[in-house]
């Protein structure tokens, strides 16, 4: 049966036919409102045209599937359950947990697929499944439109053989995995900030397990948020965490998102460090250990993963690529590349330190271990230690789903005509993920779509001053005026 694309709530047609927006499948996930774009039955669709694309691509009929704290999560989940029971799939159920848990499910339980209910750092109101087939890689853009064909077009095929499992003990294994055998040698007391999301049932924990002093930070799971959205890009989450450590007297304040595969850091001095320059901190640390490694940072990130001398001293490769957790996992696995960066707070280790997946809990655990191997140095002294440059935080003004990318392909050709931003000479047009306008000194102003909700997504950097990035964002932002279906900024400079 092909799901309708709109059904009245509150009617007999809304409990009984599957509903499902077409533009809730995305780039490298799925995400809709619930119940506005989305019905249980559109769920259960979802998960009947999942266990069908298995099928299809000839793996095992094992999926691991979990759910965020939320208080639909469990119900949405129970809906995708029945359709990938109704397709023939085998269902290990490892109940509320984390993204990062799920995908170490795949590993832990020798499931082929993995299927993660959660609407990650989006508001209440909305949902999602994150999946994937091939560990530890998610459905990027290709896999994504197969499914939705399957599942708009009414393909999904049921067969014999479903059966349901509920799996204890996989949030232990995880955090033993997380954990091993390390144990901090130096005093450290770090503000953790969960925002009373999922994140509040573990991270704390694995902070006390390797001898660090917690401050607890809206770490009560409540899914109302009753502080704020659990975002570590979100600058109202990053102010709290400042004010906690400020009161603390923290040397460190590390937040986790709604899913815990991302995680923001406020250093000693109560300065927000966005995940980039985190990033370029972890690089220089590795980089004496992993000489001539390569590293993915995506699009939105600073240019110092190319032009730090530190860096570059080592024979460090860097590769820029598009933004989005699917495509820079397997950008990183594709490449060999020893971690990928996003400035959104994704972090991908891979090689010796992690298995490619984005998980907020084990950059939580590895800048803790740096701060160990570097006790005479704080945060603030490993931020300082950078070169110079200005960042905007990442901007997002509004822009309808259905429009936005073809507002973003003229804004690219706009871009790529221009010789000048922000009174520099323009040197190079990067067009892997919308447009990324690099100047003659390095400075830097990108538009592109955002993949999750109806935005653009603005970010600049200058290597000169804060004068510069506001004219780079002042000529960028003209350009993107010219489209009149583009709206007011969540925040700008």
């Known amino acids: 049966m092909k799901p309708l694309s709109h059904v009245t709530q509150n009617s007999w047609e809304f409990l009984r036919e599957p509903m499902i927006t077409p533009s809730g499948f995305r780039e490298y996930d799925a995400r809709w409102k619930y119940p506005d774009q989305i019905n249980l039955p559109g769920i259960t669709a979802l998960g009947l045209g999942l266990g069908t694309q298995m099928h299809e691509a000839g793996i095992a009929p094992l999926i691991a599937v979990g759910n965020d704290y939320r208080d639909y999560s469990l119900s949405i989940k129970n809906a995708l359950v029945l359709g990938l029971m109704q397709a023939g799939?085998?269902?290990?159920?490892?109940?509320?947990?984390?993204?990062?848990?799920?995908?170490?499910?795949?590993?832990?339980?020798?499931?082929?697929?993995?299927?993660?209910?959660?609407?990650?750092?989006?508001?209440?109101?909305?949902?999602?499944?994150?999946?994937?087939?091939?560990?530890?890689?998610?459905?990027?853009?290709?896999?994504?439109?197969?499914?939705?064909?399957?599942?708009?077009?009414?393909?999904?095929?049921?067969?014999?053989?479903?059966?349901?499992?509920?799996?204890?003990?996989?949030?232990?294994?995880?955090?033993?995995?997380?954990?091993?055998?390390?144990?901090?040698?130096?005093?450290?007391?770090?503000?953790?900030?969960?925002?009373?999301?999922?994140?509040?049932?573990?991270?704390?924990?694995?902070?006390?397990?390797?001898?660090?002093?917690?401050?607890?930070?809206?770490?009560e799971l409540d899914y109302t948020f009753p502080n704020y959205n659990p975002n570590p890009e979100d600058m109202a989450m990053l102010h709290d965490m400042a004010e906690s450590l400020r009161q603390s007297g923290a040397d460190l304040a590390l937040g986790f998102d709604g899913d815990g595969d991302r995680c923001g850091v406020v250093d000693d001095s109560g300065t927000e460090v966005f995940a980039d320059k985190v990033g370029?901190?972890?690089?220089?640390?590795?980089?004496?250990?992993?000489?001539?490694?390569?590293?993915v940072a995506d699009v939105k990130s600073t240019g110092l993963f190319a032009s730090d001398p530190e860096l570059q001293k080592y024979g460090i490769k860097a590769d820029y690529w598009k933004t989005g957790h699917s495509h820079m996992k397997r950008r990183v696995k594709e490449l060999g590349a020893l971690a990928g960066f996003e400035k959104s707070g994704h972090y991908f280790l891979a090689g010796d330190i992690g298995r490619g997946y984005d998980c907020g809990m084990r950059v939580a655990v590895e800048l803790c271990k740096l701060l160990d191997r570097n006790p005479a140095q704080?945060?603030?002294?490993?931020?300082?230690?950078?070169?110079?440059?200005?960042?905007?935080?990442?901007?997002?003004?509004?822009?309808?789903?259905?429009?936005?990318?073809?507002?973003?392909?003229?804004?690219?050709?706009?871009?790529?005509?221009?010789?000048?931003?922000?009174?520099?000479?323009?040197?190079?047009?990067?067009?892997?993920?919308?447009?990324?306008?690099?100047?003659?000194?390095?400075?830097w102003g990108l538009v592109r779509a955002s993949s999750n909700t109806p935005n653009l997504v603005v970010v600049c950097e200058s290597p000169e001053s804060a004068e510069e990035l506001r004219a780079i964002f002042d000529d960028l932002d003209a350009v993107i005026r010219t489209e009149p279906s583009v709206g007011a900024y969540d925040q700008t400079l």
Not at 141 to 158: H, K, Q, S, Y
Not at 398 to 415: T, W
Request: a neutral charge; charged letters at 20%; glycine letters at 10%.
């Open 89 to 219: 799939i085998h269902v290990c159920d490892i109940g509320p947990c984390l993204s990062p848990m799920a995908y170490f499910a795949q590993f832990h339980l020798n499931a082929p697929a993995v299927a993660m209910v959660t609407a990650s750092h989006n508001p209440n109101g909305w949902t999602g499944v994150k999946m994937g087939f091939d560990r530890p890689l998610t459905h990027g853009p290709e896999e994504m439109g197969r499914l939705r064909d399957i599942v708009l077009d009414g393909a999904g095929i049921a067969r014999d053989g479903g059966k349901y499992e509920r799996v204890d003990g996989v949030k232990e294994a995880y955090i033993d995995d997380l954990v091993g055998d390390f144990r901090m040698s130096r005093p450290l007391k770090v503000v953790c900030a969960t925002g009373n999301g999922t994140a509040g049932a573990f991270a704390p924990e694995i902070l006390e397990r390797i001898g660090v002093e917690v401050v607890a930070s809206h770490n």
């Open 378 to 443: 704080s945060m603030s002294d490993l931020v300082r230690a950078l070169p110079k440059t200005y960042s905007s935080p990442t901007m997002s003004p509004h822009c309808p789903d259905d429009e936005k990318y073809a507002v973003l392909a003229r804004l690219v050709d706009k871009l790529k005509q221009r010789s000048h931003l922000g009174g520099r000479a323009v040197t190079q047009v990067v067009t892997v993920n919308g447009a990324r306008v690099v100047l003659e000194n390095g400075a």
């Open 280 to 295: 370029v901190i972890m690089a220089r640390d590795w980089a004496r250990t992993h000489p001539g490694a390569t590293f």
